[in-house]
């Protein structure tokens, strides 16, 4: 079992590898902060590789992609994690920008490198974080919410073409509620501890589930907020 997860400095990305490692899995972690990526993988002799990756410069980063695969003598699971998501209620442009950089180009840069890989080798599975921000704009960080719709819908187009093409890849979207983080800085209600969120991911990925809403509250809330009247959304 050997898996790769982009962005596992911090949050989610760094509690899938810690979970996955009691498991037993060969795991390859990536993110820029290199010391912690180093520090995970010296308590864990043998059994990590590590990549320095910056997802805003996505040639590098698919390169370093390729490079952790062929290290790891290749991987059935790709994680995708790295994310950003800036308050941002100035509306000012470059929290926007900066947003869509990371959570759009380079996410869809890596997507698609993965995609072709496991393409290659007729087999995988595809792990994309994307939130339950993923079904309503907000006006605290709008691009971060459209990001994650567009990362929902492209989770969605990337499973088709696998169906359609026969090949054994299954693509999973990862919807998370509020979970306890740096991304939310505290800053939000009913945060769910990192560990509870990432046991029930994998479980989800275990039964290769197309989409995987966590914790299991979130999916109620989740169902409400999709379907709340307008009038009452832009209450919130
Ligand atoms: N926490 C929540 O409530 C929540 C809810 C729904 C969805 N999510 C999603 O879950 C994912 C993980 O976030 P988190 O909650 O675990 O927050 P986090 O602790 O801030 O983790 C973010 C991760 O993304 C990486 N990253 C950010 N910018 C990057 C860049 N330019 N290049 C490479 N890696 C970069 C960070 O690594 P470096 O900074 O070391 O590069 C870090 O490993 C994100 O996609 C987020 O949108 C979180």
């Known amino acids: ?101 990371v959570n759009v180009i380079g996410f869809t840069h890596l997507a698609l490198a993965a995609m072709r890989y496991f393409l290659g080798q007729g087999a995988g599975h595809l792990v994309i974080i994307s939130s339950i921000a993923s079904r309503r704009g907000d006006r605290a960080a709008p691009a971060y919410n459209a990001s994650k719709a567009y990362q929902a819908r492209y989770a969605e187009g990337l499973r088709k073409y696998a169906v359609r093409k026969g090949s054994n890849i299954t693509v999973t979207d990862v919807q998370p509620g509020y979970v306890d983080t740096a991304i939310v800085q505290g800053k939000v209600p009913w945060l769910q501890p990192v560990d509870k969120a990432v046991r029930q991911i994998l479980s989800g990925m275990k039964a290769r589930r197309s989409r995987i809403v966590v914790t299991r509250r979130w999916r109620y809330v989740a169902w409400v907020i999709e379907r709340m009247p307008e009038r009452l959304w832009h209450r919130l």
């Open 1 to 101: 079992m050997r898996a790769i997860i982009i962005g596992a400095t911090s949050g989610i990305g760094e509690e899938m590898a810690r979970q996955m490692l009691a498991e037993g899995w060969h795991v390859g972690i990536t993110g820029r902060r290199i010391d912690r990526l180093e520090s995970l993988a010296g308590a864990h002799p043998g059994k990590v590789e590590v990549q320095r990756m910056d997802v805003t410069d996505p040639e590098a980063a698919e390169a370093g992609l390729a490079d952790l695969i062929t290290r790891m003598g290749g991987v059935d699971t790709i994680v995708l994690s790295s994310g950003v998501g800036k308050f941002n209620k100035a509306l000012d442009t470059l929290p926007e920008v900066e947003t869509i950089d």
